[in-house]
T-cell receptor, first 116, second 117 residues
Framework: DTGVSQNPRHKITKRGQNVTFRCDPI?????LYWYRQTLGQGPEFLTY????????KSRLLSDRFSAERPKGSFSTLEIQRTEQGDSAMYLC??????????????FGDGTRLSIL | AQKVTQAQTEISVVEKEDVTLDCVYE???????LFWYKQPPSGELVFLIR??????QNEISGRYSWNFQKSTSSFNFTITASQVVDSAVYFC??????????????FGKGTLLTVNP
């Protein structure tokens, strides 16, 4: 179990630029989640994939945000035309179906985005 | 709508003291799961425990124990004989579990625990 891997760890960019983050989940996990965490707050749900299908998007996910999980393995989260308010830690988590109901989600270290 | 409240924003204790972190939740579901995660300064969320809504037995794991009470919608976390390494932000979280659920987590705002030597 190599854990959830996220890249990059930090991203600094100017307002208006596009950014893309990558998440590699634990290999046998079919569920993948993106969350956003701002300072002093708990993580907030952004979107959910089961295998390659994106099954839910939060209202927090404006049309400048897009996420993909093309082959049901890694996932990318892209933010277009970044704004100051996008500065946050973006967390990826994975989990697997089956067993005794809701298996716990395992989180990566996150990507910290800073918008100048 | 689901909601998790962690009323304690910060707690500071001296090493070896016992400390309890409070968590109160709201949900209209009859089936749900509760979690605690630890977030050390490095940032990674570390899973500590999962309970389902039908299992109200308290649980103990080493110095950690959890008290789940459906009557008061609370899922409190106690650390016995705290250590400096316990210093972190602790999050309580809730997920739905009804049919077709995606099991997304709703987190509280977290409690920053500082254990001083």
């Amino acid at each position: 179990d190599t854990g959830v891997s996220q890249n990059p760890r930090h991203k600094i960019t100017k307002r208006g630029q596009n950014v893309t983050f990558r998440c590699d989940p634990i290999s046998e996990h079919n569920r993948l989640y993106w969350y956003r965490q701002t300072l002093g707050q708990g993580p907030e749900f952004l979107t959910y994939f089961q295998n390659e299908a994106q099954l839910e998007k939060s209202r927090l996910l404006s049309d400048r945000f897009s996420a993909e999980r093309p082959k049901g393995s890694f996932s990318t989260l892209e933010i277009q035309r970044t704004e100051q308010g996008d500065s946050a830690m973006y967390l990826c988590a994975s989990g697997r179906s089956g067993g005794t109901g809701n298996q716990p989600q395992h989180f990566g270290d996150g990507t910290r985005l800073s918008i100048l | 709508a689901q909601k998790v409240t962690q009323a304690q924003t910060e707690i500071s204790v001296v090493e070896k003291e016992d400390v309890t972190l409070d968590c109160v939740y709201e949900t209209r579901d009859t089936t749900y799961y509760l979690f605690w995660y630890k977030q050390p300064p490095s940032g990674e969320l570390v899973f500590l425990i999962r309970r389902n809504s039908f299992d109200e037995q308290n649980e103990i794991s080493g110095r950690y124990s959890w008290n789940f009470q459906k009557s008061t919608s609370s899922f409190n976390f106690t650390i016995t004989a705290s250590q400096v390494v316990d210093s972190a932000v602790y999050f309580c979280a809730l997920s739905e579990a009804e049919g077709g659920s995606n099991y997304k987590l709703t987190f509280g705002k977290g409690t920053l625990l500082t254990v001083n030597p």
